[in-house]
């Protein structure tokens, strides 16, 4: 553990976890290797598409609880494939008969199946009722800074805006758009989409995200299991870099690094 983790944890619904990296159990080739990459992640969060992943549905099938106790994780249920508000709430209402009570979830709901980007409308009405419901509401949404205030201001405990489209893999597309969200927020900001590689993760940290969210960078990686590790890295690092400031940008500098007084004339007499 480092010692900024120790002393930086992120805070969501008033519960503290060391790592910042939030990693999906989707599209690996068995449980086995999702165990494997989240292992090696760090990461004490992770998302299962309730649709998608069986977790008791199907008790002839293998659960991934098997493989990802909850006693070990938290687990975070998704609406992945949700097209509407009501498929969205009806599913997180199952998902936590599944689990026992389980109330910390991960709203999406999408506008499309060919982009997958966030149906905004129908999102903000399953937040509010979600969050009457007694639900803790982790959301995807757009980098649309109004709409992300609105869902904080409905309840939601962290926002989560796309970098780019998911599993596009383009990485941070409008940081500008972030940097307001970031700045207007008074709940965690995590970046959700778009990831797909360790410096984007970097940059999103460096930024002032509270966390970072992904699944597809990690799992259709040539070697999952290592790229979890890199993420895990890159993330830190952002973070670090962020708590400690970098320097100003410049085009050059005209003032030397080292000390200007003090300096050795040469055997000439001359400066």
């Known amino acids: 553990m480092k010692p900024h983790e120790n002393l930086d944890p992120l805070v969501i619904a008033g519960k503290p976890y060391r790592s910042r990296l939030l990693i999906g159990t989707g599209k690996y080739k068995d449980f ?4 494997a990459a989240v292992e090696a992640s760090g990461a004490e969060i992770v998302t299962v598409a309730i649709r998608r992943t069986n977790i008791g549905q199907d008790p002839k099938q293998p659960s991934l609880l098997e493989f990802l106790p909850p006693s070990k994780y938290a687990l975070l249920p998704n609406t992945a494939g949700c097209y509407t508000a009501d498929d969205a709430v009806r599913t997180l209402r199952l998902a936590r008969e599944l689990l026992d009570g389980h109330d910390l979830v991960k709203l999406e709901v999408l506008g ?3 982009t997958l980007y966030p149906n905004v409308v129908d999102t903000l009405a399953a937040a509010k009722t979600l969050v009457k419901d007694g639900f803790k509401v982790m959301v995807y949404t757009s980098d649309d800074p109004i709409i992300a205030k609105q869902l904080e201001e409905a309840g939601c405990v962290a926002v989560m805006p796309l970098a780019s489209l998911i599993g596009s893999g383009m990485g941070i597309l409008n940081p500008w758009n972030l940097g307001i969200i970031i700045e207007q927020a008074k709940v965690p900001v995590l970046v959700d989409a778009g990831v797909g590689t360790a410096s984007d993760a970097a940059i999103a940290m460096e930024l002032g995200c509270d966390g970072v969210l992904m699944n597809t960078a990690v ?6 299991v290592l790229m979890a590790t890199a993420m895990k890295m890159a993330v830190e690092a952002g973070r670090a870099a962020f708590l400690a400031g970098r320097m100003p940008k410049k ?13 050795i004339k040469p055997a000439s007499g001359k400066p």
């Open 32 to 35: 086995a290797e999702t165990r």
């Open 112 to 114: 499309d199946p060919t």
């Open 219 to 224: 799992a259709a990686a040539k070697n999952p």
């Open 251 to 263: 085009l050059y500098s005209a003032t030397p690094s080292s000390p200007t007084t003090g300096l």
